[in-house]
């Protein structure tokens, strides 16, 4: 199996995360930890399931210093998000989701911040659908967004939306490490 594994792995690069048992979050937990690197996460969408991700993994205390649930436009302000941006995009929005990885590094004093926001369904928020994600990342002064689609069933979409955000997030990192 040696030259096929070889073969498979030499197709798809970078788009290995991990092999047999391994978890997005313990290779997230991996890259911050050898880089000395800490966490904190602004969740919406996605309910607290992020953190809960994260904190599954022992050890996860020396890198991940916490992470907010602002379930509300009002909670997402008080926790340091511009209302204009708000205003302006939308919660379900690629610059809030931004604003709101920015706001966790700020007040989680972290070096890497990570933000979600989108609608989990069963209805549209704002003329957009169910299943819409925007994953907020900061970095190293980087800050980007990544949109995710997916199907709208609502413990479907906070799902994929945890995993994809824990992926994307690693990624995020090895790409700048």
Request: hydrophobic share 40%; aromatic share 6%.
């Amino acid at each position: 199996i040696g030259p096929v594994e070889t073969e498979i792995r030499d197709a798809l690069k970078d788009h290995i995360w991990g092999v047999a048992e391994e978890t997005p979050q313990e290779r997230l937990g991996d890259i911050l930890r050898s880089n000395g690197l800490t966490l904190a996460t602004m969740e919406s969408i996605t309910g607290g399931s992020i953190a809960s991700k994260i904190t599954d993994v022992p050890g996860s205390s020396e890198y991940f210093r916490g992470g907010f649930v602002a379930y509300t436009n009002a909670m997402k302000v008080a926790m340091g998000v511009d209302p204009g941006v708000i205003d302006e995009y939308g919660v379900v929005s690629p610059q809030v989701a931004e604003a709101m990885s920015e706001a966790a590094c700020c007040w989680g004093g972290s070096d890497v911040g990570l933000g979600i926001t989108g609608v989990a369904g069963p209805a549209e928020l704002d003329q957009h659908p169910p299943g819409e994600v925007y994953i907020g990342l900061s970095f190293k002064g980087k800050t980007l967004s990544i949109r995710g689609s997916f199907v709208a069933q609502r413990a479907l979409v906070k799902e994929r939306a945890t995993v994809q955000a824990l992926l994307e997030l690693y990624k995020f990192i090895k790409e700048r490490i």
